[in-house]
Protein backbone atom coordinates (compact mmCIF):
# COMPACT_ATOMS: atom_id res chain seq x y z
CA UNK A 1 0.00 0.00 0.00
CA UNK A 2 1.24 3.49 -1.10
CA UNK A 3 1.59 5.55 1.98
CA UNK A 4 4.06 8.33 2.25
CA UNK A 5 4.44 11.09 -0.84
CA UNK A 6 8.03 8.99 -2.02
CA UNK A 7 6.28 6.09 -2.14
CA UNK A 8 3.65 7.65 -4.63
CA UNK A 9 6.49 9.21 -6.40
CA UNK A 10 8.56 6.36 -7.14
CA UNK A 11 5.31 4.79 -8.25
CA UNK A 12 4.31 6.99 -10.75
CA UNK A 13 7.72 6.67 -11.67
CA UNK A 14 7.50 3.20 -12.36
CA UNK A 15 4.27 3.08 -13.87
CA UNK A 16 5.60 5.40 -16.72
CA UNK A 17 8.13 3.15 -17.57
CA UNK A 18 5.47 0.12 -17.60
CA UNK A 19 3.18 2.31 -19.68
CA UNK A 20 5.90 2.58 -22.50
CA UNK A 21 7.20 -1.48 -21.78
CA UNK A 22 3.87 -2.51 -22.62
CA UNK A 23 3.32 -0.25 -25.67
CA UNK A 24 0.18 1.64 -24.20
CA UNK A 25 1.94 4.78 -24.79
CA UNK A 26 5.34 5.93 -26.93
CA UNK A 27 7.97 7.95 -26.07
CA UNK A 28 7.29 11.35 -23.34
CA UNK A 29 3.87 11.44 -24.77
CA UNK A 30 1.87 10.50 -21.78
CA UNK A 31 1.05 11.70 -18.17
CA UNK A 32 0.26 10.15 -14.87
CA UNK A 33 -1.28 12.26 -11.80
CA UNK A 34 -1.80 10.85 -8.48
CA UNK A 35 -4.16 12.25 -5.27
CA UNK A 36 -2.15 12.84 -2.27
CA UNK A 37 -3.45 14.47 0.85
CA UNK A 38 -4.87 18.11 -0.76
CA UNK A 39 -2.31 18.01 -3.87
CA UNK A 40 -1.86 16.19 -7.08
CA UNK A 41 1.44 14.76 -8.30
CA UNK A 42 2.25 14.97 -11.52
CA UNK A 43 4.73 13.29 -14.09
CA UNK A 44 7.20 16.36 -15.37
CA UNK A 45 7.03 17.75 -19.01
CA UNK A 46 8.72 16.46 -22.07
CA UNK A 47 11.12 14.08 -19.85
CA UNK A 48 11.74 10.50 -20.89
CA UNK A 49 11.12 7.32 -18.54
CA UNK A 50 14.17 5.78 -18.36
CA UNK A 51 15.99 8.93 -17.20
CA UNK A 52 12.67 10.49 -14.73
CA UNK A 53 13.27 10.03 -10.97
CA UNK A 54 10.89 10.31 -8.42
CA UNK A 55 12.69 13.97 -7.23
CA UNK A 56 11.00 15.14 -10.42
CA UNK A 57 7.99 14.73 -9.40
CA UNK A 58 5.17 17.78 -9.57
CA UNK A 59 3.54 19.01 -6.50
CA UNK A 60 0.42 21.28 -7.74
CA UNK A 61 -2.22 21.91 -4.98
CA UNK A 62 -5.62 20.29 -5.74
CA UNK A 63 -7.47 24.23 -4.90
CA UNK A 64 -6.92 27.87 -4.96
CA UNK A 65 -3.99 26.91 -7.64
CA UNK A 66 -2.91 30.50 -9.08
CA UNK A 67 -0.77 28.67 -11.88
CA UNK A 68 2.05 27.68 -8.84
CA UNK A 69 3.71 24.55 -8.71
CA UNK A 70 6.74 23.29 -6.54
CA UNK A 71 9.48 20.82 -8.34
CA UNK A 72 12.73 21.29 -10.74
CA UNK A 73 10.94 21.05 -13.48
CA UNK A 74 7.54 21.88 -15.14
CA UNK A 75 4.60 20.34 -14.69
CA UNK A 76 3.30 18.14 -17.90
CA UNK A 77 1.43 19.99 -20.64
CA UNK A 78 -1.83 18.46 -19.14
CA UNK A 79 -1.41 19.18 -16.00
CA UNK A 80 -5.35 21.24 -16.08
CA UNK A 81 -7.26 17.92 -17.31
CA UNK A 82 -5.51 15.53 -15.10
CA UNK A 83 -6.50 18.25 -12.21
CA UNK A 84 -10.19 18.55 -13.17
CA UNK A 85 -10.54 14.80 -13.40
CA UNK A 86 -9.46 14.54 -10.05
CA UNK A 87 -11.21 17.93 -8.69
CA UNK A 88 -14.46 16.58 -10.66
CA UNK A 89 -13.94 12.64 -9.93
CA UNK A 90 -13.78 12.63 -5.57
CA UNK A 91 -13.37 8.56 -6.02
CA UNK A 92 -10.84 8.97 -8.40
CA UNK A 93 -6.94 8.75 -6.79
CA UNK A 94 -5.04 8.29 -10.19
CA UNK A 95 -5.56 9.49 -13.73
CA UNK A 96 -3.55 7.93 -16.39
CA UNK A 97 -3.39 9.62 -20.26
CA UNK A 98 -1.74 8.00 -22.91
CA UNK A 99 -1.57 7.43 -26.76
CA UNK A 100 -2.04 3.72 -27.42
CA UNK A 101 -2.59 2.93 -30.71
CA UNK A 102 -6.10 1.63 -31.45
CA UNK A 103 -7.40 3.85 -28.91
CA UNK A 104 -5.61 7.10 -30.96
CA UNK A 105 -6.88 5.06 -34.27
CA UNK A 106 -10.58 5.31 -32.99
CA UNK A 107 -9.81 8.74 -31.54
CA UNK A 108 -8.54 9.99 -34.83
CA UNK A 109 -11.80 9.08 -36.49
CA UNK A 110 -14.00 10.35 -33.64
CA UNK A 111 -15.52 7.30 -33.26
CA UNK A 112 -16.41 6.35 -29.30
CA UNK A 113 -16.25 2.64 -28.45
CA UNK A 114 -20.08 1.15 -28.24
CA UNK A 115 -21.20 -1.85 -26.14
CA UNK A 116 -19.27 -4.17 -28.20
CA UNK A 117 -18.09 -6.69 -25.46
CA UNK A 118 -19.01 -6.66 -21.82
CA UNK A 119 -16.26 -5.48 -20.40
CA UNK A 120 -17.16 -1.88 -21.39
CA UNK A 121 -18.73 -2.10 -18.56
CA UNK A 122 -15.44 -1.19 -16.06
CA UNK A 123 -15.69 2.46 -17.57
CA UNK A 124 -19.14 2.96 -16.21
CA UNK A 125 -21.71 2.16 -18.49
CA UNK A 126 -22.51 1.08 -22.11
CA UNK A 127 -19.99 3.07 -24.14
CA UNK A 128 -16.78 4.93 -24.39
CA UNK A 129 -17.28 8.44 -25.39
CA UNK A 130 -14.95 10.51 -27.50
CA UNK A 131 -14.82 14.35 -26.17
CA UNK A 132 -14.32 17.41 -28.20
CA UNK A 133 -10.88 18.31 -30.26
CA UNK A 134 -8.90 21.21 -28.66
CA UNK A 135 -5.18 21.62 -28.46
CA UNK A 136 -3.19 19.35 -26.60
CA UNK A 137 -3.08 21.53 -22.77
CA UNK A 138 -5.72 23.50 -23.43
CA UNK A 139 -8.24 24.54 -20.88
CA UNK A 140 -11.01 23.63 -23.65
CA UNK A 141 -9.21 20.16 -23.50
CA UNK A 142 -9.80 19.80 -20.46
CA UNK A 143 -13.33 20.31 -19.94
CA UNK A 144 -14.27 18.65 -22.92
CA UNK A 145 -12.60 15.63 -21.20
CA UNK A 146 -14.48 16.09 -18.24
CA UNK A 147 -17.95 16.37 -20.13
CA UNK A 148 -16.89 13.19 -22.06
CA UNK A 149 -16.24 11.45 -18.49
CA UNK A 150 -19.16 12.17 -16.44
CA UNK A 151 -20.64 8.93 -14.95
CA UNK A 152 -17.42 7.22 -17.12
CA UNK A 153 -14.00 6.64 -15.95
CA UNK A 154 -12.42 6.71 -19.75
CA UNK A 155 -13.25 8.37 -22.49
CA UNK A 156 -11.41 9.08 -25.98
CA UNK A 157 -9.84 12.49 -26.71
CA UNK A 158 -10.06 13.75 -30.73
CA UNK A 159 -7.48 13.19 -32.92
CA UNK A 160 -5.21 12.81 -29.51
CA UNK A 161 -5.53 9.87 -27.59
CA UNK A 162 -7.30 8.49 -24.09
CA UNK A 163 -7.42 8.99 -20.58
CA UNK A 164 -8.72 7.06 -17.72
CA UNK A 165 -8.99 7.67 -13.99
CA UNK A 166 -8.89 4.56 -11.41
CA UNK A 167 -9.47 4.48 -7.07
CA UNK A 168 -5.59 3.59 -7.23
CA UNK A 169 -2.55 4.01 -9.65
CA UNK A 170 -2.48 0.34 -10.03
CA UNK A 171 -6.39 0.42 -11.25
CA UNK A 172 -5.39 3.51 -13.51
CA UNK A 173 -3.13 1.66 -15.27
CA UNK A 174 -5.22 -1.62 -15.55
CA UNK A 175 -8.09 0.35 -17.23
CA UNK A 176 -5.63 1.72 -19.37
CA UNK A 177 -4.42 -1.46 -20.36
CA UNK A 178 -7.94 -3.04 -20.70
CA UNK A 179 -9.22 0.11 -22.85
CA UNK A 180 -6.62 -0.66 -25.52
CA UNK A 181 -7.61 -4.37 -25.60
CA UNK A 182 -11.11 -3.48 -26.48
CA UNK A 183 -10.05 -0.85 -28.37
CA UNK A 184 -8.04 -3.67 -30.89
CA UNK A 185 -11.09 -5.51 -30.21
CA UNK A 186 -13.20 -3.44 -31.58
CA UNK A 187 -10.99 -2.35 -34.83
CA UNK A 188 -10.60 -5.72 -36.24
CA UNK A 189 -14.31 -6.67 -35.26
CA UNK A 190 -15.22 -3.41 -37.72
CA UNK A 191 -12.96 -5.17 -40.33
CA UNK A 192 -15.11 -8.27 -40.54
CA UNK A 193 -18.78 -6.69 -40.57
CA UNK A 194 -18.93 -4.80 -37.31
CA UNK A 195 -19.77 -6.39 -33.84
CA UNK A 196 -23.13 -6.84 -32.82
CA UNK A 197 -23.79 -4.94 -29.71
CA UNK A 198 -25.03 -5.88 -26.49
CA UNK A 199 -28.11 -4.11 -25.20
CA UNK A 200 -28.28 -1.72 -22.13
CA UNK A 201 -29.78 -4.04 -20.11
CA UNK A 202 -26.77 -6.85 -20.88
CA UNK A 203 -24.31 -4.00 -19.88
CA UNK A 204 -26.29 -3.09 -16.86
CA UNK A 205 -26.83 -6.71 -15.81
CA UNK A 206 -22.67 -7.01 -16.47
CA UNK A 207 -22.20 -3.53 -13.95
CA UNK A 208 -24.66 -5.38 -11.66
CA UNK A 209 -22.55 -8.81 -11.48
CA UNK A 210 -18.81 -6.48 -11.02
CA UNK A 211 -20.08 -5.03 -7.99
CA UNK A 212 -19.40 -8.40 -6.51
CA UNK A 213 -17.26 -9.72 -8.63
CA UNK A 214 -14.48 -7.16 -7.71
CA UNK A 215 -13.26 -5.83 -11.17
CA UNK A 216 -14.11 -2.38 -10.02
CA UNK A 217 -11.73 -2.85 -7.00
CA UNK A 218 -9.59 -5.60 -7.22
CA UNK A 219 -8.83 -5.71 -11.25
CA UNK A 220 -9.96 -9.53 -11.50
CA UNK A 221 -12.34 -11.46 -13.39
Request: contains cysteine.
Amino acid sequence: MLTTERDMRTAIVAACRHMNDVGINQGISGNISVRFENRMLITPSAVPYDRMEADMIVSIPMKDFPGAWVGPLKPSTEWRMHLKLLQSHRDAGAVLHAHPVFCTALAMARKPIPSCHYMIAAFGGCDVRCAGYATYGAEELSDFAVEAMQDRTACLLANHGMVVTGTTLEQALWRAKELETIAKQYVISLSIGGPVLLSGAEIDETLSGFTSYGVSDNNNR
